[in-house]
């Protein structure tokens, strides 16, 4: 990457963990050219020689206060988000290529915008909780924000639409019971709601803070956490879920992606280059914590194995040491696995073990010191199981972390540089 040294403006509320991720994000692309690993340029020079101005606490600021302010400030580009359509309208006037992050609008944006995907984020929240053992589901959310909706679609679409492999065990096109948290009153209609849910439910909240709602009132009526309700939030805002009790699982969307790819985004308009119209970051993983810590399998042994599983370090783990555990043998093993989960515990090994992998790439490991850490006996055979469960080699999921526009939807837009 190279540029001018052009003025940004960042219109971002930084008092939200969302919003503090992205700038990480942008200061990635600007020093590192998008990996959170590496070190600063020779001589402590910008890979983008950009001068930024922050422009934070939008809520608390006056419209017209604020973009004096960023009139002033005079800048060539702009990174923003908006939190009504007062501000929405006033951001034209500022006349200089944008990125919109986090659009909330339910109409298409005028800028370039990159966005979490959501419909991903409510089908990984499905896939997570199937993989619990539960049967029962159940959404707390919003109607009137757009993120919850689309978090929503994309978690009923998983249930009602389940693998093939899990239809021929028998598991059966499932519905979540939805509750609103926008209807007027809700706190006096909670009680009910919940009083009518079969135990043991799987709870998918549209993001942290409903999350911590739904657990407060879960506890209030006399239910067990995760016993009775594994409650899943969305954010990862680590302050939120750990402050909550007990602490809450949740979704990582990828808010750093998001900024990485709006700075990447915004360099290609500063030089006229057409970009796509919307670009969509995949959630990461789930964040497990106490809140899911639980499996509910019907199967004894099938459950233990899980236990064993999931709860040990992975890096000499085979069959043969389960079944040192387990009093069955694996036979019995192996198609009770196939029964209750659609694999063999093998496959159940491998599957937990990419799940590492890519949480120790993520953490900016490089791909020999994954392999060293997850005692693969060579980065080739590590490289072969990740492929084989992803479809990618460990080397192309890194560069899709770094750059998020890899797959990017590829409608363009031009956005005229003003």
Known sequence: MSGENYRIALLLRTQCAHSRETLRGIIDAVWYGGTSAGRPSRNYRPLLPWTFKLFSQLEHTGVDSLFREISHFAPHGMIFETFGDDMYARIGEVRCPG??????????????????????????????????????????????????????????????NPPKSRLQMGQPRQEAQVFDRCLPGWQALIESWLKNLPRPVGIFAANDLFATEILQELIKTGWRIPEDAAVLGVD?????????????????????????????????????????????????????????????????????????????????LSVKVLLNRIPTNRRRLERAFVETLGRTPMEEIHRVRVLKIKELLMAGKSIEQTAREMH?????????????????????????LQNPLMNADRRSKKVPRQ
């Open 99 to 160: 990125v919109e992050v986090f659009q909330v609008s339910r109409t298409a944006s005028l800028y370039a915008s990159v966005n979490t995907d959501h419909l991903m984020i409510g089908r990984l929240a499905a896939e997570y909780l199937t993989e619990l053992g539960l049967r029962h589901f159940a959404f707390f959310g919003g109607s009137q924000y757009t993120y919850s909706q689309r978090r929503l679609e994309g978690f009923q679409d998983c249930l009602r």
């Open 236 to 316: 990862d805002d680590e302050l939120q879920c750990n402050l909550a009790y007990p602490p809450i699982s949740s979704i990582q969307p990828g808010f750093r992606q998001v900024g990485r790819a709006a700075a990447r985004m915004l360099e290609q308009l500063l030089k006229g280059e057409e970009v796509a119209a919307a670009v969509s970051v995949p959630p990461l993983r789930v964040v497990a914590r106490y809140s899911t810590d639980i499996t509910h399998v019907d199967n004894e042994f099938v459950a233990e194995a899980l236990r064993c599983i999931r709860g040990s370090p992975l890096t000499n």
């Open 376 to 400: 693969f006996s060579s980065p080739k055979y590590m490289t072969t199981l990740f492929r084989r469960i992803t479809g990618l080699t460990p080397s192309e999921y890194q560069a899709e």
